[in-house]
């Protein structure tokens, strides 16, 4: 059997203000897993991007990390038939920033046995100066009132019967292209395991820019996806675009992702057409 499973980022809300939520799905058609994909056992993970508007339609997607092309078109053709109840603020409805990954896996002793460490959740939170959550997952961060950012990640890894290491570091790119390190750790990883939690937070520095910022996992030195966050000086009034030069890919055809050390921005991505019969 084969099964195409979607995990969406954003559903945390919070009590930290008064009328202010997370968007809530409401309708989410599954992606249809590739034939050729299934007969050949492949199975890995796909990373969007992009907003849910004041409707509770998700917007401006952007691929953001895939392990394998033939993924692609049915994660964007699912994502973009979701629904949502907005996320509000001060009981209004709002746009919110989207991390979304969808799981392409099979059933069976080979479940989860994708061929290289994918990021399977990202949710990113404004936080206080703690670290604590002061906002829902895909808030906008207010540069200036919030100490902090929280992320907390879920790397999935194939199984193995033997524990390993695996090398990891966590970039974010600004809309300018500045690089900041957000982590390198080594990580510990026991035997049978698929999932990898990595919590952290971030300081948020007076010159960061404002606009979205992409986030980046990079594992062994080979890209594991990633996803991202916005920052503003004043979200209430800041409209958030996607901007800069035409993005480039994300991966190549053979579904490999760039090279470590150059961050490709996101790239744009179309609804598949559909087909006939």
């Known amino acids: ?28 058609p599954k992606p249809v897993y590739p034939e050729g994909a299934s007969q050949g056992q492949r199975q890995g993970n796909v990373n969007l991007i ?5 409707k509770g339609k998700v917007t401006d997607i952007r691929l953001a990390g895939a392990t394998l092309e033939a993924f692609i078109d049915p994660a964007v053709a699912a994502v973009n038939a979701w629904e949502f109840k907005p996320a509000t603020r001060a009981g209004k409805p709002i746009d919110i920033a989207a991390n979304i990954a969808l799981r392409f896996r099979l059933e069976g002793d080979k479940r989860g046995d994708i061929p290289s460490p994918m990021v399977g959740d990202l ?12 906002g829902p ?28 290491s695996l090398n990891l570091s966590v970039t974010a790119l600004s809309p300018t292209g500045k690089k900041v390190l957000f982590l390198e750790d080594v990580l510990q990883v026991k035997p049978g395991t698929k999932e990898v939690k990595i919590p952290f937070t971030e300081v948020i ?11 980046r996992f990079v594992v062994n ?57």
Request: proline share 11%.
């Open 205 to 215: 520095r007076p010159d960061w820019e404002d606009g979205v910022w992409l986030v």
């Open 137 to 164: 997952d895909g808030y906008p961060i207010h540069r200036g009132v919030d100490g902090r950012l929280r992320a907390e990640a879920v790397l999935d890894v194939a199984p193995d019967t033997k524990p390993r």
């Open 123 to 134: 949710a990113i939170f404004p936080a206080d100066a703690a670290g604590k959550a002061t």
């Open 1 to 28: 059997m084969r099964k195409a499973t979607a995990l969406v980022f954003f559903l945390c809300a919070s009590a930290a203000a008064a009328q202010t939520t997370g968007a809530k799905l409401v309708r989410q």
């Open 221 to 277: 030195n080979a890209d594991a996806g990633g996803g991202q966050f916005w920052l503003a000086g004043d979200p209430e009034h800041y409209h958030f675009v996607v901007s800069g030069k035409p993005p480039q890919s994300a991966g190549s055809k053979s579904g490999r992702a760039p090279q470590p050390g150059k961050p490709a921005p996101p790239k744009a991505v179309r609804s598949p057409k559909p087909t006939k019969g």
């Open 50 to 54: 992009g907003r849910i508007d004041e």
